[in-house]
C-alpha cells in the first residue's frame, strides 16, 4: 500500500481510549490500522457508519488502513486507490503498527493480461501477462478486485483473475526428494533480486538473494507465500508471491491431446495450452514454427536424427509443424541417463528438472560433438515460451572449445544442438 506508517507511538491508554465504543475522540488521526477477523474472515466496507448502508466491498484480514475519523464504533478508513468508506472498529487492529490476528489473503493468478488501475474508473499504471500472481486485499461490489501485484496496489477486473490452481496450508518439512509442483520466475527488473526467507515472514532470516530471471522450484503456496528450492536444490526457504509468474505442472502437462504432424494449430483450439514435445524419426529432417498471439513473437526450431525439443505452448500460440516432426505432449521421462557421470551427444531441447530427474547436476561440460565443425547452446526460460521476457542469444562453440554450466536450475530450457554434454557431479 502506498501509506506511511506512523513514527510515534501512541502511549496504551490514549489507544485504548480512542477504541472505546462511543468513544468520538480524534486524537492521533490520522493513524495506521490493519482489517482482522478472529477466525481469518472478511471485514466489510460500508459508504456510511452504519450496517444498513451500502456495501463497498469485503476485504480480507491484514490489510493496512488508514483510519481518517472515529465516530462510535465506526471508523473512515482509507484504503488506496480511492477506496474509502466506513469499517467497524471491532474489526480493525492497532498495535504498534503490526498486525496480530490470523491473515487471510488470498493469491489470484491472471488468466489473461490486465491492467493494474490507480482506482475506480482510473488511469492503468501497469499491465501484468497472464499467469502473474496477485495478492486480493479486497473484492468490490464494482465488479474489481483490490490488489498487490509486484508491491504495486491498485483495482483489476474481477473477471481476469481466478484462484490458484495448487493451494497448500501446510508447508513442507526442508527435507530431500520434495517433487516441485511447478517452477516460477520473479518479475523483477533487470539487476534486482529478491530474498529468499527461512521462514514466510519478511522479519526472517535473508537466505539468500534471487537475482531476475533465475527460476525456482515451487513446492507449495500459501498465505501469500512460494515455498521454493533455488539454485539447484541447494537452498530451500519461503518467497513472497506478489508478481511471481508460476508454471503449475499439473497445468502444464497435457493428457487429452493426440500426436500432430505436418500442418498448422492454434494453441487453445485443437492443441490444448502446455508442454510439447517435437520428435523427428531417424534420417528424416523436420520442425516448427511458434508464433505468440498476436505477433507477440516468432520463433523456429529445426531437428533431425532423433532430436527431442521440449516447448511451452502459451493459450493463443500459432503452431506450424513440419517436415517429418510429430508434436506430442512431453512427458516427465527422463531423457538423459541416472548414472553417476553421464553424457550425452546429440542436439535437443530439455525441461530441466522435469526430463532431467533424479540427485541434481551441479556442473555440465559442453564441447561440439565428435565431427562437428560448429554448434550451439541457449539457456532459457519458460517465461520466454510464453512471450513474457526475451529469448536469450545463442552461444555458439568452435572445435576445440569447452563451455562449462554450473548450478544448472530446474525450470531452465536447454536447446543445443551437434554437442557433447558431460556431467561432472551428481545425476542428470
Not at 65 to 84: F, R, S, Y
Not at 118 to 126: I, M, T, Y
Not at 316 to 343: D, K
Request: aromatic share 8%; net charge negative; charged share 15%.
Amino acid at each position: 500500500m502506498k501509506h506511511t506508517r506512523a513514527g510515534a507511538v501512541l502511549l496504551a491508554a490514549l489507544v485504548l481510549a480512542a477504541w472505546m465504543p462511543g468513544a468520538a475522540m480524534a486524537f492521533g488521526l490520522p493513524m495506521l490500522a490493519f482489517t482482522s477477523s478472529q477466525d481469518g474472515g472478511q471485514v466489510t466496507l460500508y459508504a456510511a457508519p452504519s450496517e444498513d448502508g451500502d456495501v463497498l466491498g469485503v476485504y480480507f484480514s491484514a490489510v493496512e488502513v488508514t483510519i481518517e475519523d472515529l465516530q462510535g464504533d465506526w471508523a473512515q478508513v482509507d484504503l488506496g486507490e480511492g477506496m474509502c468508506g466506513w469499517m467497524p472498529t471491532r474489526t480493525l487492529d492497532m498495535a504498534d503498527n503490526s498486525f496480530d490476528g490470523v491473515p487471510n489473503v488470498p493469491v489470484l493468478r491472471l488468466t489473461e493480461a490486465a491492467e493494474l488501475l490507480d482506482g475506480p474508473g482510473g488511469q492503468p499504471v501497469e499491465t501484468y501477462p497472464a499467469g502473474t500472481l496477485a495478492e486480493a486485499m479486497g473484492v468490490l461490489e464494482n465488479g474489481y478486485v483490490h490488489v498487490t501485484v509486484a508491491g504495486q496496489s491498485g483495482l483489476m477486473a474481477d473477471d481476469c483473475l481466478e484462484k490458484t490452481g495448487i493451494f497448500s496450508s501446510l508447508w513442507h518439512k526442508k527435507e530431500e526428494g520434495i517433487p516441485e509442483q511447478g517452477y516460477a520466475t520473479l518479475a523483477l527488473a533487470e539487476g534486482e533480486s529478491a530474498a529468499l526467507y527461512a521462514a514466510p515472514r519478511t522479519d526472517a532470516e535473508q537466505v539468500r538473494p534471487i537475482d531476475a530471471g533465475v527460476p525456482v522450484e515451487v513446492l507449495a503456496l500459501a498465505d501469500g507465500w512460494l515455498q521454493a528450492r533455488v539454485y539447484s536444490g541447494a537452498c530451500q526457504g519461503f518467497i513472497p508471491a506478489q508478481g511471481a509468474r508460476i508454471y503449475w505442472l499439473e497445468e502444464m502437462t497435457v493428457t487429452d491431446a493426440v500426436s500432430l504432424g505436418e500442418g498448422t494449430y492454434t494453441a487453445g483450439d485443437a492443441l490444448p495450452p502446455g508442454l510439447y514435445g517435437l520428435t523427428v524419426p531417424a534420417g528424416e529432417q523436420g520442425g516448427i514454427r511458434v508464433e505468440g498471439a498476436e505477433g507477440a513473437f516468432s520463433r523456429a526450431y529445426a531437428a533431425q536424427g532423433e532430436a527431442l525439443l521440449a516447448l511451452y505452448l502459451p493459450e493463443g500460440a500459432s503452431v506450424r509443424v513440419e517436415g517429418a516432426g510429430v508434436l506430442a505432449p512431453l512427458t516427465a521421462q527422463s531423457m538423459i541417463s541416472q548414472e553417476s557421470g553421464w553424457a550425452y551427444e546429440g542436439s535437443g531441447r530439455f525441461l530441466c528438472g522435469w526430463q532431467t530427474q533424479g540427485e541434481q547436476t551441479r556442473t555440465l561440460n559442453l564441447t561440439l560433438r565428435e565431427g562437428a565443425q560448429g554448434g550451439y547452446y541457449r539457456l532459457t526460460t519458460l517465461d520466454a515460451d510464453a512471450g513474457v521476457a526475451q529469448e536469450p542469444e545463442a552461444v555458439y562453440l568452435q572445435p576445440g572449445q569447452t563451455h562449462t554450466l554450473s548450478n544448472l536450475l530446474p525450470g531452465y530450457l536447454l536447446e543445443f544442438q551437434n554437442l557433447r554434454i558431460e556431467a561432472v557431479l551428481g545425476n542428470g
